[in-house]
């Protein structure tokens, strides 16, 4: 008689199908060819490239593991953490409160605009895609300009409505943030796609140690502690030539 398979180890079970989507899908909407403008922003290290402070493989990770541990660990990574489990309770008051905390933390005003940016250019992307009837909402609240829709707000309802878990959505973001700031600084600054590569290696462990670092944070724990990226955001727009928005 033919003995049949344990249930754990079938992956055409329900719950191993809902969470491989869930993250295909979260892949998806970090590929270079999403369009939502996230390959478009530096968040100030245009400005140090062009005062000659990033001119090796080395000021480039030194400057993404500053922006990964004093900018998006103790921001956006706590917000859409945050975010993620009051769309679960579907607490809207909770997430409006978070919507104007993600703003007021952003010092620089190119830093704050592209938040909003690549959040709105998110949620009409996402739309169509057939997601949840909680995330529409929230779009309609951006359409009537009840709230500007900060990004990392916005991916954190999606998130959390999608069924990936609240650690891989962090992760991946993290990881997508300093991905785009590598392949933009290739694109600056006279590497090649190998020095990219590596920079990218090397910092992938870095990327891991932060998404647990922010699953032991709360809202409380919220800071921006890297003044001089915030600053060379300031200086960005005064720039004599731009490659990027911010």
Same mark, same amino acid.
């Given at each position: @008689? ?13 719950? $191993?199908?809902?969470?491989? %989507? ?23 290290m ?17 400057? #993404? +593991? ?22 679960q ?12 905390? #993600? ?7 190119? *830093? ?14 996402v !739309?169509?895609? /057939? +997601? ?11 359409? !009537?300009k ?12 999606? !998130?959390?409505?999608? /069924?990936? *878990? ?14 785009? %700031? ?6 600056a600054?006279?590497?090649?796609? +190998? ?7 090397? =910092? ?8 647990? %670092? ?5 809202e409380? $724990? ?5 003044? /001089?990226?915030? =600053?060379?955001? @300031? ?5 004599? !030539? ?5």
């Amino acid at each position: @008689m033919k003995q049949l398979k344990d249930d754990s180890n079938n992956h055409s079970n329900t719950a $191993d199908t809902l969470t491989d %989507l869930a993250l295909l899908r979260l892949i998806q909407i970090h590929d270079s060819a999403f369009p939502i403008g996230s390959f478009t922003q530096t968040y100030g290290m245009e400005t140090y490239i062009q005062e000659d402070v990033i001119r090796t493989k080395e000021d480039l990770v030194a400057y #993404c +593991t500053s922006f990964l541990f004093q900018n998006l660990v103790r921001g956006d990574a706590i917000l859409i953490q945050e975010a993620y489990a009051a769309a679960q309770e579907q607490d809207i008051e909770r997430l409006l409160y978070l919507e104007q905390l #993600c703003g007021a933390i952003k010092l620089a005003k190119e *830093s704050r605009e592209a938040s909003v940016k690549l959040g709105r250019q998110f949620i009409k992307t996402v !739309s169509p895609l /057939g +997601t949840d009837g909680f995330l529409t909402d929230w779009k309609a609240r951006i359409d !009537s300009k009840e709230i500007k829709g900060h990004y990392a707000i916005l991916y954190g309802i999606y !998130s959390a409505t999608t /069924g990936v *878990s609240a650690h891989h959505a962090v992760m991946t973001y993290l990881f997508a943030s300093l991905n785009g %700031l590598v392949q933009n600084a290739v694109r600056a600054v006279p590497f090649g796609q +190998t020095t990219g590569v590596q920079a990218t290696y090397e =910092l992938i462990g870095q990327v891991t140690e932060a998404a647990k %670092l922010v699953a032991t944070l709360t809202e409380t $724990d919220i800071s921006n502690n890297a003044l /001089g990226i915030e =600053l060379a955001s @300031m200086k960005h727009e005064y720039l004599f !030539s731009r490659l990027f928005i911010s």
